[in-house]
C-alpha cells in the first residue's frame, strides 16, 4: 500500500482544499492529513476559525481522507513520515522546495493551487463585505 500525507491548517473548508485532497490521494492509496494543532496555530500567528476538533471531524467525513493527524511543530514531518511509513509527502506548489529535505525518505510532490481561491481571500472577502454593509 502506498502510504501519502500532506499538511495544512484546513480551516473554512473551499473547492481548492478539495483539489489538492483529490490529487493527494490519486499520489497513492491512503491519504494521511496532518492538521495544524490550534496551538501551533498560535505559534504560527494564525487563528482558525474553526476548532482543532472540529476541522479534524469535517476532515475525516471527505471520501478522499484516510487518517488524519495533528500537527503540533515545524520539525514534525521527519518523525511522521518515518511512523506513519509515508512513501509521497504533498504539499501545495506555494510550499515549492521548502521540503526538499524529505526527499531522502520519501517522494516529494508539490500540486499546483486552485487559482482563485483561498482561505485567507474567503475572510478578506468576508471583511470586506461585512464593512461595506455595516
Not at 68 to 97: A, L, N
Request: proline share 1%.
Amino acid at each position: 500500500m502506498k502510504k501519502v500525507i500532506t499538511y495544512g491548517t484546513f480551516d473554512l473548508l473551499h473547492t481548492g482544499h478539495i483539489n489538492i485532497l483529490r490529487r493527494a490521494k490519486q499520489c497513492g492509496d491512503y491519504l494521511i492529513v496532518a492538521i495544524s494543532a490550534d496551538e501551533f496555530n498560535a505559534i504560527k500567528g494564525k487563528e482558525a476559525y474553526y476548532s482543532f476538533e472540529q476541522r479534524k471531524a469535517i476532515l475525516e467525513a471527505i471520501r478522499y481522507v484516510d487518517e488524519v493527524i495533528p500537527e503540533y511543530t515545524w520539525e514534525q514531518k521527519k518523525d511522521d513520515v518515518e511512523k506513519h511509513d509515508v512513501d509521497v509527502f504533498v504539499m501545495g506548489d506555494d510550499w515549492e522546495g521548502e521540503f526538499d529535505f524529505l526527499k531522502d525518505q520519501c517522494e516529494v510532490v508539490y500540486l499546483p493551487r486552485t487559482v482563485g481561491i483561498s482561505t485567507t481571500k474567503i475572510k478578506t472577502d468576508l471583511n470586506l463585505n461585512k464593512a461595506n454593509n455595516g
